[in-house]
């Protein structure tokens, strides 16, 4: 049976989850989920720990429930600090890959050949 990967690409507002099975990189969209808080500039990191907790809860609960094997994190700086922070143990052990770049605004193809490179 082939391993089902979730990849990550997320930033501060935004996060959008793919799936693909092994490691090809033929990403279907299986979430997309948004940070409904204003971007003012003195909230913004209130928010952005918020929005981190709710991204680590429902891969915590996809996990749980066995929706994925392994994960693979294209995260904005900032916020995979503060995502880290967020997931158990757990969900760290599956996480084979962290990208310390946002690709969350990019189309999925874009996305694809963005993760494809060395």
Do not use: C
Request: charged fraction near 35%.
């Amino acid at each position: 049976m082939t391993a089902i990967t979730w990849v990550l690409a997320a930033d501060g507002s935004r996060a959008r989850i793919f799936e693909t099975h092994g490691l090809k990189l033929d990403l279907r969209q299986v979430e997309d989920l948004r940070n409904p808080a204003p971007r003012a500039a003195d909230t913004a990191d209130k928010h952005r720990e918020k929005f981190a907790r709710s991204v680590a809860e429902f891969l915590e609960r996809s996990r749980a429930q066995s929706r994925f094997d392994r994960l693979r994190l294209a995260v904005e700086p900032k916020f995979l600090g503060v995502l880290r922070q967020h997931l158990s143990s757990e969900t760290r052990k599956l996480v084979y890959e962290e990208i310390d770049r946002d690709v969350s605004n990019m189309d999925t193809r874009e996305i694809g050949r963005h993760l494809d490179r060395p």
